[in-house]
């Protein structure tokens, strides 16, 4: 199995809290990736990075902001938590090429009331 | 913009029958890749195969296969003799190029129950 460790694997907190979750992987890939999985939605890129301090936008990065400051680490950060974002977040990792697959962490389901 | 569809929702079929989960999808690249992911009740998401643009050869693993048609933009799983472990959420998957960081465009995925 991939070496993706994804923390908390469970939250639940407040509408406008802040919210971080984490992404560790053991495996040095350059590009790690932010989901999101919701009914009917399937998953859906929030952010991803293709190396330490390089980000760029997915399809639903509004109210979402990220960071890589070591190769292993990518956070993911809710300033001001709100109820939409109550959803199952995954963290995937790649080495980049077209052909591989990305490896997904266990996900962490986040709950905002 | 790409785009995949999966348009069964849910499929409940009683063990031992054959099922098949379609999966058509939208591109522009000449060079894609196409994935099909597995997540089981347990939550995990798991790499079942890839299939390149250029290789239209239809792929079988046990009781797995896959049929890929350009033609159609349509990459078909079927699971033959399905099992009750068979349950689970599986997505079809469609990359974009590596310039714009091999990212996925994911299915809304098709719910499948086997009953004993």
């Known amino acids: 199995d991939a070496g993706i460790t994804q923390s908390p694997r469970h939250k639940v907190t407040e509408t406008g809290t802040p919210v971080t979750l984490r992404c560790h992987q053991t495996?040095?890939?350059?590009?790690m990736y932010w989901y999101r999985q919701d009914p009917g939605h399937g998953l859906r890129l929030i952010h991803y990075?293709?190396?330490?301090?390089?980000?760029d936008k997915g399809e639903v990065s509004d109210g979402y902001s990220v960071s890589r400051s070591k190769t292993e680490d990518f956070l993911l950060t809710l300033e001001s938590a709100t109820s939409s974002q109550t959803s199952v977040y995954f963290c995937?990792?790649?080495?980049?090429?077209?052909?591989?697959?990305?490896?997904f962490g266990d996900g962490t389901r986040l709950s905002i009331l | 913009a790409q785009k995949v569809t999966q348009a069964q929702t849910e499929i409940s079929v009683v063990e031992k029958e054959d099922v098949t989960l379609d999966c058509v999808y939208e591109?522009?690249?000449?060079?894609?890749?196409l994935f099909w992911y597995k997540q089981p009740p347990s939550g995990e998401l798991v790499f079942l195969i890839r299939?390149?643009?250029?290789?239209?050869q239809n792929e079988i693993s046990g009781r797995y296969s896959w049929n890929f048609q350009k033609s159609t933009s349509s990459f078909n799983f079927t699971i033959t003799a399905s099992q009750v472990v068979d349950s689970a959420v599986y997505f079809c998957a469609l990359s974009e190029p590596e310039t714009s960081g091999s990212r996925l465009t994911f299915g809304e995925g098709t719910q499948l129950t086997v009953n004993p």
């Open positions: 995937a990792i790649s080495d980049g090429r077209i052909n591989q697959p990305q490896h």
């Open positions: 495996e040095n890939h350059r590009y």
């Open positions: 990075s293709y190396g330490v301090k390089d980000t």
């Open positions: 299939r390149n643009s250029f290789d239209e």
């Open positions: 591109t522009r690249d000449t060079t894609y890749y």
